[in-house]
C-alpha cells in the first residue's frame, strides 16, 4: 500500500486529491505564492484529523492546514517541494451547540464565517467578528491568524472572542479544551498560543465562541475630511460621545472609493459636488442598546458637532438598513477593486493611533520621494490604530517595475512602522510573507522564545514548515 492510498484509508478516495485537483488548493488568493502538494486530504471529523496527524508524524509529511484559503501572506500556500499534504479543513462545518444562557456556541474550524455569524442571529444573538472576506474565509483561518475586522474597537480580536479550543497536535493527540468559562485560571493559556499561530503548532478544529445581545438600533454615516489628522480628532470625538456603543471607524483615502465606483459602476460615492472627491472619509458606525430614536439622537449630536469645529467636511447619515449596507458595502469592495486593477504591495501595520497621522504624512512623502508616481491605497480600522497601508504602481510604473521594486518598498515601509513603534502585522499574519524580516523587528528573546515553543509543541518541523519562523528541522 502506498502513501496516498494508506490517506485514502482513512478519509475515502473522493476526500484525497492529486494532480490537477490540487490546483486550487495550492495557489493563494491573491495569486501570489503558488505550490504544489503530495495530496490534498480533506477529512470530515476531528477524529480523521488525528488520524491524518499520526499518519504524518510517523511518515515525516509537513501539513499545510488551510480553511478558506483567502489569506494575505502565503500562510495556507505549501512550497514547491510537493512533500507536504494540504489539509483542508472545509469538510468540519458544523454548529454542534449553542448555549443562550451561557451566550456561547460550539463551531467547527471549517465553518464559513458568514455562517457562523448566521447562526448566532438565528438565536437571536451576535457574533461580532466581520471582515470583507466573510462570505468565503472560515473560522479556524479566523482563528490562525488572530483576524479583526471592522468591529474590533468594541468587541476585540478574534482572541477576545473565544473561550475555548478544540485542537490536533502534531503527533495526532486531541486536546478537548471547548470549555465555555469566562474563568479558567488553571495554568498556561494554551488557547491564546494556538490562536494567531497560523497553523505552526497545531491544528485548531472547532472553538468555543462569545455571544453578545444584538444591537437594538445601528447606525452608519460616511464623513468626508481633509486630512488623516482630523480623521483622528473625530475619532476621539466619536469615543466620548458614544462610548462603548462605538462600534466601528474606518479610516478611507479618496482614491480607494474611487477605485471601487470605477470598477463597479453600479455603486457610487453618496456626495455630490467637492465632497465627492474628498482626500479622506471615514466610515463609523453606533450600536445602540436602548432604541432607534436614542442612537440617531445620539449620532447626530456627536456628527453635527464635529462638523461645527470643521472637522468633517461632509456626511450622509444612513436613513435606513439599506443604505447603511451600501455604505459598508462600498468600504469592503475595497480589496476587490485593488485586486482588479492588479497586483500591489500590501501592508497589514498596527501604529499607535496618537501617531498615524504622522506616520501616514511622512511615510506618504518618504515613499514619493524614492518612487515618484507611486499610489497610495490606504484604508484600514483607525478605532484600533489598525491600516492596510498598500503601494499600487499608479501611473508611473508597470506592475513588473512596481513588484520589481517590492523588496525597498516594504523595507521603507516597515522601518517607518518601527519608528512609529508600531507591528508590521496586524491581522493578517505572517506567513511566508513576512517571516524572513519579523527578526529584524521583534525582540530576539522573544523570537528565541518562540523557536523554543516550536521545538517543544513540533519537534519534528512538519506543521506549516516555512511560515512565520523558518523550520529548524523541517519534515519531509
Known amino acids: 500500500m502506498n502513501r496516498i492510498e494508506e490517506l485514502v484509508q482513512i478519509v475515502g478516495q473522493q476526500h484525497v486529491l492529486t494532480g490537477a485537483d490540487t490546483e486550487s488548493y495550492t495557489l493563494d488568493w491573491r495569486g501570489r505564492y503558488s505550490g504544489s502538494a503530495l495530496a490534498v486530504v480533506r477529512p470530515g471529523s476531528v477524529d480523521e484529523v488525528a488520524q491524518i496527524m499520526r499518519w504524518c508524524n510517523s511518515n515525516r509529511v509537513p501539513v499545510v492546514p488551510q480553511g478558506g484559503n483567502t489569506g494575505l501572506c502565503g500562510g495556507a500556500t505549501p512550497d514547491n517541494s510537493g512533500s507536504a499534504i494540504v489539509l483542508s479543513l472545509t469538510r468540519l462545518n458544523a454548529v454542534r451547540s449553542i448555549d443562550t444562557d451561557n451566550d456561547t456556541m460550539v463551531v467547527e474550524a471549517g465553518c464559513i464565517l458568514q455562517a457562523v455569524q448566521q447562526a448566532a442571529r438565528d438565536a437571536d444573538r451576535l457574533f461580532p467578528l466581520s471582515l470583507a472576506a466573510e462570505g468565503s474565509c472560515t473560522l479556524g483561518g479566523n482563528l490562525a491568524t488572530n483576524a479583526g475586522g471592522t468591529q474590533v474597537l468594541r468587541y476585540g480580536n478574534a482572541r477576545d472572542l473565544v473561550l475555548g479550543l478544540e485542537v490536533v497536535t502534531p503527533q495526532g493527540e486531541i486536546w478537548h479544551g471547548l470549555r ?203 478605532g484600533d490604530g489598525n491600516l492596510h497601508y498598500n503601494v499600487a504602481r499608479g501611473q508611473a510604473f508597470t506592475e513588473e517595475e512596481l513588484l520589481a521594486r517590492q523588496a525597498d518598498i516594504y523595507e521603507l515601509v516597515h522601518e517607518s512602522v518601527h519608528k512609529f513603534h508600531g507591528s508590521i502585522s496586524a491581522e493578517h499574519g505572517v506567513g511566508q510573507l513576512k517571516r524572513d524580516v519579523l527578526p529584524r523587528y521583534k525582540d530576539p528573546v522573544e523570537i528565541a522564545l518562540m523557536h523554543s515553543i516550536k521545538q517543544a509543541l513540533d519537534p519534528l518541523g512538519i506543521m506549516n514548515p516555512g511560515k512565520v519562523l523558518v523550520a529548524s528541522n523541517p519534515g519531509g
Not at 184 to 205: A, K, V
Not at 216 to 231: G, I, K, N, R
Not at 248 to 255: D, K, R, S, T, V
Request: aromatic letters at 8%.
Open 180 to 382: 465555555g468559562l469566562r474563568k479558567d485560571n488553571t495554568g498556561y493559556d494554551l488557547r491564546n498560543l494556538y490562536m494567531g499561530s497560523e497553523g505552526t503548532l497545531g491544528i485548531i478544529t472547532a472553538a468555543t465562541l462569545k455571544l453578545f445581545p444584538l444591537p437594538v438600533a445601528q447606525c452608519t454615516a460616511l464623513l468626508a475630511l481633509e486630512s488623516v489628522d482630523d480623521a483622528v480628532k473625530v475619532l476621539s470625538a466619536a469615543r466620548k460621545g458614544f462610548g462603548a456603543a462605538l462600534t466601528g471607524f474606518e479610516l478611507i483615502a479618496g482614491n480607494c472609493l474611487q477605485g471601487v465606483v470605477t470598477c463597479y459602476p453600479q455603486q457610487r460615492i453618496p456626495f455630490e459636488g467637492p465632497s465627492a472627491d474628498m482626500p479622506w472619509y471615514a466610515l463609523l458606525e453606533l450600536s445602540d442598546s436602548e432604541s432607534a430614536e436614542h442612537a440617531r439622537e445620539r449620532f447626530e449630536t456627536v456628527v453635527g458637532e464635529t462638523i461645527e469645529d470643521g472637522l468633517v467636511a461632509d456626511a450622509v447619515i444612513a436613513e435606513n438598513i439599506t443604505q447603511s449596507k451600501a455604505l459598508w458595502h462600498l468600504r469592503e469592495s475595497i480589496p476587490l477593486a485593488e485586486k482588479a486593477f492588479g497586483k500591489s504591495i500590501k501592508h497589514d501595520v498596527s501604529i499607535p493611533v496618537s501617531l498615524i497621522a504622522e506616520f501616514v504624512n511622512t511615510t506618504n512623502v518618504a515613499l514619493q520621494a524614492s518612487f515618484p508616481g507611486i499610489e497610495n491605497v490606504t484604508f484600514g480600522h483607525l
